[in-house]
């Protein structure tokens, strides 16, 4: 029976040897949200490309110090235009908008004053009411991005603010990773689609469309290959089927050393099984396997077919496989030492619970709070939770209040200085 650190490793062990390319595309900008970036983007342009004023107010020569102002009056067709400032001169600017390149500073409006115009002229005049400073709400060419900034890197996720930086950067399309996808895979012989009229002794399958749907939340494609019986030639076909469309395949189900999945991987496709064994709780017959089909890897990760398991297995390893595989690190947010104010059953085998973590700023680390009873393995226990717990054996030793173990979290808890304990590390992984 292999730990879980060791089975991380072993993942990380095979995806290194892959010797499988990858498949890149190029996507329109509207279209990259959500895709991995597959270069390095520099800014073309500096933005802004021009001096601009932080504030609405009057772009100004420093050197003139306080008092009169004659008001430039802009081109009313085009606000734009290039205007030059003189001594004893002035113009409106608004935020954002580019300023007189002799300009120095903007003075807002509540420093200055407004002068009556003279019966005579049409001249507006306004009187600066401070001495204003040099570069006062003046945000210089290229303040937000110089160009030739980096403003992603390689095995980036494209989120709304990388966007919003290629766009800045001039990038109308850009380099990704193929979003190839992600087979899943029910087996069992009484299993009925959700919506169907329940015979006696059958249960809905919950496990595919929780598997598509953790898979699409975490920005990756799927194919559904529905339910198979647990049947030696049924299951064969249909993994035959699959193994056309996808180089990944996660099914649930006959996983026990009983069971069917690693005769049909080990006589059928002469697959390397990596682990079969997992000294995990729930989660022991988790499997990860690969074998090579015309000079392709193809990766298997078979989970149990029971609800719990398959979610929290699915949290821990196959995460952990996808984001090393495409993104070249262990997990989306990494583990933390949290610390214990409960006692805790322990398992002959590393148990893993649901938990929520809060932060105690007067302790400055992670609370763990208990959801219910912690051996509860009800799927209901997951609701809320934003961590999964990972507990030592029970030839570990007891685990004692106020002592530490490890949460693998499952999203970003609203807690301070959390940031200080993440790692790109994988669960337990020392370098």
Known sequence: ????????????????????????????????????????????????????????????????????????????????????????????VNSGNPIPDEATAVVQVKDVKLVEKSEDSDDMYIEILIKPQFNENIKPVGYELMKGKTVATTYTRIGPLQIGLLAASGRKEVLVIKNTPVGVLSIGNNLKEPGEILTPGFVYDINRITLITL???????????????????????????????????????STNNRDLMKTILEEYYKADIHFGNVNIKPGKSTIFATCEIDNTKKYFLCLSGNPVSAFITARIFLLSFLNEMYFKFYSDYGTIPASMESEYVLHSRSRATWTILRWIPERDCALVNTKGNAISDKLSSAVGANAILILPKKEDGKIELKSFTQALLINIPNIKYLNNYFTDQRLFHKS
């Not at 292999?2 to 890149?24: G, M, T, V």
């Not at 895709?35 to 772009?59: C, D, M, Q, W």
């Open 1 to 92: 029976m292999i730990s879980i650190p060791d089975a991380l490793s072993k993942i990380h062990e095979i995806i290194r040897e892959s010797k499988n390319k990858i498949i890149f595309e190029t996507v329109q900008l509207n279209d990259a949200y959500g895709r991995i970036l597959y270069e390095n983007v520099e800014s073309t342009y500096n933005f802004p490309p021009f001096n601009a004023s932080t504030k609405h107010g009057y772009a100004v020569l420093v050197t003139d110090g306080k008092g009169l102002r004659k008001v430039l009056q802009q081109n009313e067709k085009n606000t734009f235009s290039r205007m030059s400032l003189e001594p004893g001169t002035c113009v409106w």
């Open 215 to 253: 898979l699409k939340e975490q920005g990756y494609n799927s194919l559904d290959f529905g339910i198979v019986n647990n049947m030696m030639a049924p299951i064969k076909n249909k993994i035959d089927e699959a193994l056309k469309k996808v180089d990944i395949l996660v099914t649930t189900g």
